[in-house]
């Protein structure tokens, strides 16, 4: 069955270190590959988007790389602080030749913590 | 610019009720998409309208409909709503041809 799997429900580190989030999926060719922000009570926010044809994305002090043999995202954010604190979600269009506008899969998010 | 709205933000019903959400999206914006966030499901995809015609479905029952008219408003309505369709409800919108999705900050809905 198809599946979108944020390999860490929760993940706590300290400030000013690489927090790292994975997000990896099955029976998917998805043409790009999107990270969101959530905070609580709030929509989600568009951070970075990847196509399958980049390998890495940078935006300030984030860091997306995209693996489509390995079906799997990765998403870094450097020198981490505690306002980095929030729930990040992958998404992803599953259906062929990102054609599927407005139209995106997620999983189920990643709850970061950054402690001072 | 400003950026999507929602109303209500919350919203409580009871068992049979119906209701109507309604979502403005950014200005220029023609494509308008529908979520619902629970904590076991989590984000999962309702439909999405462009142009007044809805252009994507996901996998939810008759029950959830939606429309959108000449300004890009969208609404969305349930019927017959059970305790299950408490959740958080949201609408994106995005420029045409743009993966990338603006979100508002949701409809709290619960069903007694």
């Known amino acids: 069955s198809q599946k979108i799997e944020q390999n860490s429900e929760a993940l706590n580190i300290q400030e000013g270190k690489t927090a790292t989030l994975t997000c990896n999926y099955t029976?998917?060719?998805?043409?790009?590959l999107q990270w969101y922000r959530q905070d609580p009570g709030r929509g989600p926010v568009f951070l970075l988007l990847i196509r399958e044809n980049e390998k890495e994305k940078r935006k300030e002090r984030l860091k997306v790389t995209f693996d489509t043999t390995l079906k799997q995202s990765l998403f870094h954010i450097t020198a981490s602080q505690p306002a980095d604190s929030a729930t990040y979600l992958c998404a992803l269009d599953i259906d062929a030749g990102g054609t599927s506008y407005g139209k995106l899969t997620f999983g189920q998010g990643t709850i970061l913590t950054v402690h001072p | 610019k400003a950026g999507v709205t929602q109303t209500p933000r919350y919203l409580i019903k009871t068992r049979g009720q119906q209701v109507t959400l309604s979502c403005s999206p950014i200005s220029g914006h023609r494509s308008v998409s529908w979520y619902q966030q629970t904590p076991g499901q989590g984000l999962q995809f309702l439909f999405e309208y462009f142009s007044e015609t809805q252009r994507n479905k996901g996998n939810f029952p008759g029950r959830f409909s939606g429309r959108q008219f000449s300004n890009s408003r969208s609404e969305m309505n349930v019927s017959t709503l059970e305790l299950g369709d408490s959740a958080l409800y949201l609408c994106?919108?995005?420029?045409?041809?743009?993966?990338?999705?603006?979100f508002g900050p949701g409809t709290r809905l619960t069903v007694l």
């Open positions: 029976n998917y060719s998805p043409a790009y």
């Open positions: 994106a919108s995005s420029l045409t041809y743009s993966f990338e999705q603006f």
